[in-house]
């Protein structure tokens, strides 16, 4: 698709945007400091930190089906403001939580608020990107997730320090608030009523491309999950190095490359991507020294850089707009088995080996999911390759 002449960068999507850095800010708050909440205040076992942080990923990927065909059939403004909303209510309830399985029970409601803001806020920037740029679209709002999540915990970090949970809350809400104020600023940009027909609880398009994705987080999630301890065991002075030389390699790439995903075939490019991301993975099962496990990292960051985008805009290019919600949901629920299910298989591989097995699984996920994405781009050729 040739590229637009329209404008990308709009007030709408800067607002869109910035709403996104907010919440994913609040998002990253709140993974830093409820740990120390419950091993701190609710004087809970290490092992309880597991329960009530993968409390929120349940609602999450339970209701992801529904939103998209809320988003689809409502409009996306509503939800994504309410699901702003119900974040910053439910941040605001912690300072109430006096017991672990009321925390569970917030941690469930942050879920479900994700969902909605999650699902209407894909939607809104696919509807918001020009003919031909929602590669580019997806890449430059994407830094918003990145820098969220980066941001978050230093400044729940120093909110903590400064006035303790409480004012880590406060934080956390404000952040909320201000991410409901720039979403009260995007525009709707869905066409459907109310009354009309409601779309697929499952986008069946979205499902081929999503088991892509799914590998390829998977990997990701195994080299977050382990990489630190990989690097502590050869010796590196400071292992948090490798995830930020990732991490930046990420942003400079997203930022450089944006729109590579809307020039080069978008499921070609999805596979390509995994493709590297295994070998990246491979290279870090067998890194002896630190130069070999950075070098790794910069790989396995040029793969997930262009991966999400790419297969996205494959998945948007299927589907008719009114149907965009329903393809985000569906998508971010193979996103989610992915954070999940990577760790888990990893460990079952590092049980029955060493630490390098858990890469060497990462790499197998992603190889498998290259082949999977090369075939579905030889079976779809059209408009989504």
């Known amino acids: 698709m040739p590229r637009s002449a329209s404008p990308l960068f709009t007030p709408a999507f800067f607002a869109l945007t910035l709403a996104d850095l907010a919440y994913f800010t609040a998002a990253g708050l709140m993974i ?115 820098l969220g999540v980066a941001l978050g915990p230093l400044l729940g970090e120093t909110l903590l320090r400064v006035g303790g949970f409480g004012l880590a809350w406060a934080g956390g809400t404000a952040l909320a608030g201000i991410a409901v104020a720039l979403a009260l600023r995007v525009p709707e940009t869905g066409d459907r009523s109310s009354d009309a027909e409601p779309s697929a609880w499952i986008q069946r398009r979205a499902v081929g491309p999503g088991l892509g994705l799914f590998a390829g987080v998977a990997g990701m999630s195994v080299f977050f999950a382990y990489v630190s301890l990989h690097a502590d065991a050869l010796g590196l002075r400071s292992a948090s190095t490798v995830l930020l030389v990732f991490g930046v390699v990420v942003v400079v790439c997203r930022v450089a ?61 299927s589907v008719p707009p009114s149907e965009r919600g329903a393809a985000a949901a569906t998508a971010s629920i193979f996103i989610d088995l992915g954070l999940g299910g990577g760790p888990l298989m990893a460990g079952l591989a590092v049980a029955q080996g060493e630490l390098s097995a858990a890469f060497a699984a990462g790499a197998g996920m992603a190889g498998v999911g290259a082949v999977a994405m090369a075939g579905l781009a030889v079976r779809r050729r059209g408009p989504a390759v």
């Open 32 to 146: 830093f400091v409820t740990p120390f909440f419950v091993t701190g205040p609710l004087a809970s076992a290490d092992a309880t930190v597991g329960l009530v942080m993968g409390s929120f990923s349940v609602s999450t990927l339970v209701l992801r089906p529904y939103v998209g065909r809320l988003v689809d059939r409502h409009g996306r403004r509503r939800l994504l403001v309410g699901g702003a909303a119900a974040f910053a209510m439910v941040v605001a309830g912690h300072a109430l939580a006096t017991t672990i399985p009321v925390l569970v029970g917030l941690r469930l409601l942050l879920g479900a608020a994700e969902a909605f803001f999650f699902v209407a806020g894909f939607a809104a920037l696919a509807d918001l990107a020009p003919p031909g740029r929602a590669g580019e679209a997806l890449s430059f709002n994407s830094l918003s997730l990145y």
């Open 257 to 317: 490359f944006a729109r590579l995903p809307d020039r080069l075939p978008a499921l070609p490019l999805s596979a390509g991507s995994l493709a590297l991301s295994a070998v990246a993975l491979t290279w870090v099962a067998l890194s002896r020294d630190g130069i070999g496990l950075v070098s790794a990292a910069v790989l396995l960051a040029m793969g997930v850089a262009f991966l999400t985008p790419a297969t996205f805009v494959a998945i948007f290019a």
